[in-house]
C-alpha cells in the first residue's frame, strides 16, 4: 500500500476517487435504485359527439361586366342594392351581414391577330358575407338575393356556438375508451390495473357542415319558373382525444 501511495499517478487517482464518491449524496443511490416505474400500460382513446348546428354562413356574389371600369361599378351598385333590400326584406337583419368586398378589374383575353394578351373588358364583383342563426330561412335567402340578381352563391357551412358540453361529452368518451382498452389489455396479460399515472388531452376537433354547392346563375336560367331551394343542415360532430397511462399490476399467473 505505502508502495502505491508513494506513485503520483496512484495517489492522484486515489483523491479522484475519494472526491467523486463524497459528491455523491447516499439519497441518489437510493433514488436511482427506485426510479424503475414497473410494467406500464399505456393507452389512447377517442370520443365523438354529433350536435345540431346554430348559425350558418355562406356567401353572396354579384358579377357585372362593362367596356369600362365606371360602367362595370355602376351597374354592380345597382344590382347589390337590389340583392341587399331583398334579402332584408325576407327577414335578413344588417349586422347579419359580416363582410362585403368589391372588385373592379380589367378582362384580358388572347388577341390571334396580335398574339398578345388584349382587354375586352372591365368586371366588377360585390360579395356579401353573411351569418345568420336562422337556419331554415337560408333557402329563402338564397332565393331572393338569386331573383334579385345575384350571380352566385357558396355552399353553406353550419356551425355551432356552444361547443362546452359536447366537448366534455366527447372527452368523458374517450377517457371511457381508453380505461376499456386498458382493462382489456391488462386482463389479457394476466393481471389489473394499478394507479392512474398520466391523463392528457389534445386539441379537439369540431368538423363544419357543409351543404349546397356553390351557384352560378345567367339571366336566362333565372328567368324560369322559379324552384325554392332547400338546404338541409348538417349535423356538427365534436371529437376528443385523449392518451393515458395506468400501472399493471401482475396477477399469479403473470408472476
Known amino acids: 500500500m505505502l508502495q502505491s501511495m508513494s506513485s503520483p ?4 487517482a486515489l483523491i479522484c476517487g475519494l472526491v467523486c464518491a463524497a ?11 427506485t426510479t424503475d416505474p414497473g410494467p406500464q400500460i399505456l393507452v389512447s382513446g377517442t370520443g365523438e359527439v354529433e350536435i345540431p348546428p346554430t348559425q350558418a354562413t355562406f356567401s353572396i356574389g354579384i358579377a357585372t361586366t362593362a ?3 365606371a360602367p362595370a361599378s355602376e351597374e354592380n351598385a345597382r344590382i347589390s342594392k337590389a340583392v341587399s333590400e331583398a334579402l332584408m326584406g ?3 337583419k344588417r349586422e347579419e351581414i359580416i363582410g362585403q368586398q368589391l372588385f373592379v378589374n380589367p378582362r384580358w383575353d388572347w388577341d390571334e391577330k396580335s398574339h398578345r394578351q388584349k382587354r375586352s373588358a372591365f368586371e366588377a364583383t360585390n360579395t356579401f358575407q353573411i351569418k345568420t342563426i336562422k337556419i331554415a330561412q337560408v333557402g329563402s335567402y338564397l332565393d331572393v338575393a338569386l331573383s334579385a340578381g345575384a350571380t352566385t352563391a357558396s355552399q353553406v ?3 355551432a356556438k356552444d361547443l362546452d358540453a359536447a366537448r366534455h361529452q366527447a372527452l ?4 371511457a375508451a381508453a380505461r376499456s382498452d386498458a382493462e382489456a389489455i391488462a386482463a389479457a396479460a394476466g393481471g389489473g390495473l394499478g394507479e392512474l399515472q398520466l391523463l392528457s388531452t ?6 363544419v357542415g357543409l351543404n349546397h354547392n356553390v351557384l352560378a346563375l345567367s339571366g336566362s336560367a333565372r328567368s ?3 324552384v325554392s331551394t332547400e338546404v338541409v343542415p348538417s349535423q356538427i360532430k365534436v371529437s376528443a382525444q385523449i392518451t393515458a397511462r395506468w400501472k399493471f399490476v401482475p396477477g399469479p399467473k403473470s408472476r
Do not use: K, M
Not at 9 to 12: F, P, R
Not at 23 to 29: D, E, S
Not at 202 to 207: A, D, F, G, K
Open 224 to 226: 324560369r319558373e322559379p
Open 202 to 207: 389534445e386539441q379537439n376537433y369540431q368538423s
Open 157 to 159: 357551412e353550419f356551425s
Open 172 to 175: 368523458g368518451q374517450a377517457v
Open 67 to 69: 367596356a369600362s371600369a
Open 90 to 92: 325576407a327577414g335578413l
Open 23 to 33: 459528491a455523491v449524496p447516499p439519497a441518489a443511490f437510493a433514488e436511482q435504485a
Open 9 to 12: 499517478w496512484g495517489l492522484i
